[in-house]
């Protein structure tokens, strides 16, 4: 059965569940993508959807199913979710025996390859480089953990229920679960039709659980002109999360982030002794830019690994390194952040420029696609930092105030260290 059939079938399924559908119709675009729009102009503050409660499956459903009751007597503390965990197992159960949610089921989609843990070794080697592989293994691991702890607890669920068939469920469940509170409890909860939104950071719909109505009402947050896409938001996400959560990435995602690890050598020297004991080891998420503290605590840990014998005497504590020291230490801090990016693109099989290009010729919808974007993403990065680093040197070189406006929260603490007279500029 098509999709639009399946589709119609949901909506006549939850109209004869009195629930509540303005004008609401499905689309499937050339590209493959699937998603919701109402035909019609839509006014701003206008109810376009209801689904009532007993449409909703929840994890309090699955804590009353024969296999959740058997989990929760059971050693299950290692459950890396237990919400999402019960939701599947009803969903499992329900799939088999009452089918109460049939039409519901029938919409869901059949295949996920674009989540990466289903991906390929060839597809996995574009990634080498980046810490999205390791995030891979640990949903890999964590699924298969869930599922473990699962079967120890439930006799009889590996004999009606495959790991396939977990992992199937339980990918789908993460994805498109909402956080909904009924009766003053927090559930996890599927919600049909409402979770067919796609994402969008600036979103025309809004929703929430009406206690009250028993009811999971969705509204408009403008005006919507006729055809076009009713979207939701799955918040401010990176590219790595996108993919490992919603199983897509979005091109320029400005809240695109990449981990960075700082570990210092063995404290041979007394100056190496020194640096350790102000900060020995950093780990974090760095963006494009200087909006988040991670990216000024990263200068300050290089700042103490550029300090001397003489700056480490005299600026005794890592607060002191919060903010540039002297001309010559924030030169030698910017050769070490333009050394270690360097080293993190080497560290990738395909420089951006060849992304770039691929990328403007290959499926949108593909694993190889998605895989580039990601690095793509942290890629142009990796290149700010390097650039920034290039650019701010030959500024200080000439002890010159840079005034790139890209790099200005960051520049517009140079100004004491270039005026001080007691600075020299450094032999570049």
């Not at 669920?157 to 339980?170: A, C, G, T, Y």
């Not at 659980?209 to 403008?222: C, E, G, H, L, R």
Request: aromatic share 12%; hydrophobic share 35%; glycine share 4%.
């Amino acid at each position: 059965m098509t999709d639009n059939k399946n589709f119609m079938k949901l909506l006549s399924w939850i109209k004869e569940g009195n629930g509540t559908l303005i004008n609401v119709k499905l689309f499937n675009d050339e590209k493959k993508d699937r998603g919701v729009y109402s035909p019609y102009r839509i006014r701003n503050n206008k109810t376009i959807v209801k689904i009532p409660r007993s449409l909703i499956i929840h994890d309090g459903m699955g804590q009353n199913s024969y296999y959740g009751r058997l989990l929760l007597r059971g050693p299950h503390s290692s459950i890396n979710n237990l919400q999402i965990a019960l939701v599947v197992i009803f969903i499992l159960g329900d799939m088999q025996t009452d089918r109460t949610f049939l039409p519901y089921y029938n919409i869901l989609p059949k295949k996920i390859g674009n989540f990466p843990i289903f991906w390929n070794d060839k597809v996995l080697t574009l990634l080498k480089g980046s810490d999205m592989l390791n995030k891979i293994k640990k949903r890999r691991r964590s699924f298969a953990n869930d599922y473990e702890v699962i079967i120890q607890c439930c006799p009889g669920f590996q004999e009606e229920f495959s790991f396939k068939e977990f992992l199937l469920i339980r990918t789908l469940v993460g994805s498109r679960n909402f956080g909904i509170r009924i009766d003053g409890i927090k559930r996890v909860a599927m919600i049909p039709l409402s979770d067919m939104l796609n994402h969008d950071m600036n979103p025309n719909i809004k929703w929430y659980y009406d206690n009250n109505k028993a009811q999971f009402i969705m509204k408009t947050n403008s005006s919507i002109p006729g055809k076009v896409e009713l979207t939701d938001t799955y918040g401010n996400k990176c590219n790595s999360m996108m993919l490992l959560f919603y199983g897509f990435a979005l091109p320029n995602n400005k809240h695109n982030q990449m981990t960075i690890k700082f570990i210092r050598r063995p404290h041979r020297t007394r100056s190496e002794r020194k640096k350790a004991s102000l900060y020995c080891e950093l780990h974090g998420k760095l963006y494009m830019g200087f909006d988040d503290l991670f990216a000024y605590e990263m200068f300050t840990f290089l700042r103490i690994s550029a300090a001397n014998e003489s700056e480490l005497s005299r600026f005794e504590y890592r607060r002191d390194y919060s903010k540039p020291i002297s001309l010559r230490n924030e030169v030698e801090m910017l050769r070490l952040l333009h050394n270690y990016m360097t080293t993190l693109v080497n560290n990738y099989i395909l420089s951006l420029s060849k992304i770039t290009e691929i990328i403007e010729n290959i499926g949108k919808n593909s694993q190889e696609y998605l895989a580039l974007l990601l690095i793509q993403g942290e890629l142009i990065i990796i290149h700010f930092f390097i650039d920034m680093a290039k650019y701010v040197i030959s500024q200080l070189k000439r002890r010159e105030i840079p005034i790139e406006n890209k790099y200005s929260n960051y520049t517009s603490r140079l100004y004491n260290i270039i005026s001080s007279t007691n600075s020299t500029a450094p032999n570049l």
